[in-house]
């Protein structure tokens, strides 16, 4: 019964480095999307893909951001030549297939950016 | 754009009291609301949901209420107990085949007295 598991928890960059977050979506869940939390503030909605398929990417930036869920492995956002303002709680949601629309979240991961 | 704006940011109860957390949407066309509950360095855990063809939903001590035409719903917390201090968010999403991204309301940090 593992949930959505995301790693690593913490993670810390110099500007203009490479920053890869992973997530392993709940068993049975095939749906992930990914959430960006600043400081203080809710969570903003940056991307939903499915199996080898992006179905929105409307929240994402459009330059050095990109997301992928390959056929086999984890999700993967990825961050090129990162800046201070993409330090952030970076959380990652799975659904079931089934259609009722419920998202469960892992536990985060961290980015700092020095 | 799509929206949800969450009242109030802060709300501080005695242990016992109920609390009461507000939520408003602006895309007529949301018809799911689940309410998250996050605890410091944690991810958002789901704690309750409803969809737009139900007026009001309660599981134990939790209840949210759903008024369609004036698009609003609410959180209902009875007998508050310390352990449920954390931030709340409500969110809204048109799940329709599973394709729905969450919109979130910028949080409640609930705080229970002992």
């Known amino acids: 019964n593992a949930g959505v598991m995301q790693n690593p928890r913490h993670l810390v960059r110099r500007r203009g480095q490479e920053a890869r977050l992973r997530c392993s979506p709940m068993k049975g869940h095939s749906h992930v999307y990914w959430y960006r939390q600043l400081p203080e503030e809710g969570l903003k909605f940056m991307v939903y893909l499915q199996k080898e398929n992006i179905i929105d990417e409307s929240g994402m930036p459009k330059e050095r951001f990109s997301a992928e869920f390959p056929k086999e492995g984890p999700s993967i956002l990825r961050i090129q030549q990162v800046v201070r303002g993409d330090s952030a709680a970076y959380f990652c949601?799975?659904?079931?297939?089934?259609?009722?629309?419920?998202?469960?979240f892992g536990p985060g991961t961290r980015l700092t950016v020095l | 754009g799509e929206n949800v704006e969450q009242h109030p940011s802060t709300l501080s109860v005695q242990e016992g009291d109920s609390a009461v957390i507000k939520c408003t949407y602006s895309?007529?066309?949301?018809?799911?609301f689940p309410w998250y509950k996050q605890e410091l360095g944690k991810g958002p855990q789901l704690i309750i949901d409803?969809?737009?063809?139900?007026g009001e939903k309660k599981d134990q001590r939790i209840a949210v209420t759903l008024n369609k035409t004036a698009k609003h719903f609410s959180l209902h917390i009875t007998e508050t107990q310390p352990e449920d201090s954390a931030v709340y968010f409500c969110a809204a999403s048109k799940s329709s085949g599973n394709t729905g991204k969450l919109i979130f309301g910028q949080g409640t940090t609930l705080q229970v007295k002992p």
């Open positions: 409803i969809r737009s063809n139900v």
């Open positions: 949601a799975s659904s079931p297939p089934t259609g009722s629309g419920e998202q469960f």
């Open positions: 895309d007529s066309a949301s018809n799911y």
